[in-house]
């Protein structure tokens, strides 16, 4: 369940626009999903790129299982094979390469991140060859618990909020970050009841270790 923080968040966001009352009414309380800060946390980011969510966490499942992989330096200690073995395409290999060295040369560093605003925070992961806004979005939302981050790029968000709102099209991402500004400061719990929605309104299976939509 939610921490009280997000229950005060989501009663705060309810009262700006009632429909995500209309939300917990039809699909049920907010499952809180959460990640690990830093590295593994970055890398299960690019694991759920581009995939769907069942693919995204077989693969990472397999991740896990793999100590090493969950480290900076082990994971560079594996070879392409190893990894492709896992499930990571070969864009994703190299990307996943480059965010282990940006831990090993400092560049990132997790507590430094956590104490960084979210402009900021973003700028530094988005830097990282593979990673991108979206990512660093994710990031913020699910590892350190930011309360008014949005990832306008993810297209269930976009489709969600089209049924939500009764909107004639799916918004793109300028679009839907225009939209979402009028959910400010509580764009996370608006982003976390949209995936909720989308997984009631598709019948999606929730996924424990990922809860992600499609991007």
């Known amino acids: 369940m939610p921490p009280p923080h997000a229950r005060a968040a989501i009663d705060g ?3 700006i626009d009632p429909d995500f009352g209309r939300v917990l009414a039809l699909a049920g309380p907010l499952p809180w999903r959460s990640r690990s800060a830093g590295f593994p946390g970055l ?3 690019i694991v759920g790129q581009m995939i769907s969510n069942q693919a995204a966490a077989a ?3 397999r991740v896990r299982a793999v100590p090493d992989a969950l480290h900076p330096a082990g994971l560079m200690t ?3 094979e190893t990894l492709r073995g896992m499930g990571f395409s070969r864009p994703k290999v190299v990307h996943a390469r480059a965010l282990a060295e940006a831990f090993l040369s400092g560049a990132l560093e997790t507590d430094r991140l956590a104490a960084m605003g979210d402009d900021d925070a973003i700028a530094a992961i988005a830097a990282v060859k593979g990673m991108g806004p979206w990512s660093a979005e994710i990031y913020l939302l699910f590892a350190l618990d930011r309360l008014d981050v949005f990832p306008a790029g ?3 968000l976009a489709a969600s909020a089209m049924e939500l709102k009764k909107l004639p099209d799916r918004p793109g991402p300028k679009a839907l970050r225009g939209l979402a500004l009028q959910w400010q400061p509580y764009r996370s719990i608006a982003a976390r ?5 989308w997984r009631y309104h ?3 299976p929730s996924m424990d ?4 939509a499609p991007v």
């Open 43 to 45: 890398l299960q980011a």
């Open 13 to 15: 966001l309810v009262a």
């Open 202 to 204: 598709t019948g999606r």
């Open 78 to 80: 594996l070879s392409d």
């Open 154 to 156: 993810d297209i269930a």
């Open 193 to 197: 009841l949209l995936w909720h929605y």
């Open 59 to 61: 693969i990472w499942g």
């Open 209 to 212: 270790d990922f809860g992600i």
